[in-house]
């Protein structure tokens, strides 16, 4: 798993719901990150979000209606894990729905701070009394470190580096380069990054650690990353 990442599922692709009133869209979540090929449907939040409220944006208004009486108002209410977040937001007719959407809420961090599954969506309350409720969204909050918080193996190398040293019959061979396998953890996901350092120096027991680079996991890539 992503060490400090919020992952979202949806339960639905995007579209609108009709509740049999009128038909508001699915909420998004501005600060996913990409969608990638184990996540299951679930989009991750950057962990540099986690202590900041959760922007949520509703793309598109619902219906509105030109001969709404001035002054009238319609409410938007987001629901977490099916109880109300904060006051509702109030929109008084009459609105140009071009310049107010798209619109963006915000759960407040402290809904943030619980591990596990959570649930996500809104509802819109006409001044009319019909209301409409949107689809889903389910989020896991994951603050767990990659390998749960454990040190990762050494890297593996092949046999001749390991008995003879890395000379210049083995890089020449290997076009200048040394590979390394990084073994596999418990919790490999797509996406985790792998940073790796090597010691240079002429006494082994005093090396200076230099960063050696960085590498993306590809699913592809396993059962072994080299």
Do not use: C
Request: negative net charge; proline residues 8%; glycine residues 6%.
């Amino acid at each position: 798993m992503r060490f400090g990442l919020i992952s979202i599922w949806r339960i639905e692709m995007p579209t609108a719901r009709n509740s049999g009133t009128f038909q508001v869209v699915l909420p998004q979540v501005p600060d996913a990150l990409e969608l990638l090929a184990d996540d299951g449907g679930a989009y991750l939040i950057d962990r540099a979000t986690q202590d900041a409220p959760l922007r949520v944006l509703i793309a598109t208004s619902w219906p509105v209606d030109a001969d709404d009486p001035p002054g009238t108002q319609s409410m938007l209410q987001l629901y977490w894990d099916n109880a109300t977040v904060g006051a509702p937001y109030v929109f008084t007719w009459p609105f140009d729905p071009d310049q107010v959407f798209p619109f963006t809420a915000f759960v407040p961090r402290e809904f943030l701070t619980a591990p596990g599954i959570h649930r996500l969506k809104y509802e819109v309350m006409l001044w009319s009394e019909n209301e409409a409720f949107s689809d889903e969204i389910l989020i896991n909050i994951d603050r767990e470190a990659p390998n749960h918080n454990n040190r990762g193996e050494r890297l593996g190398f092949d046999d001749q580096v390991i008995e003879q040293g890395v000379t210049d019959a083995y890089l020449e061979l290997n076009r200048g380069r040394l590979p390394a396998i990084v073994p596999r953890w418990s919790d490999i996901r797509e996406g985790d990054l792998v940073e790796y350092f090597v010691g240079v120096s002429a006494d082994p027991s005093h090396p200076s650690v230099l960063r050696g680079g960085s590498l993306r996991v590809d699913l592809s890539m396993l059962p072994a990353l080299r």
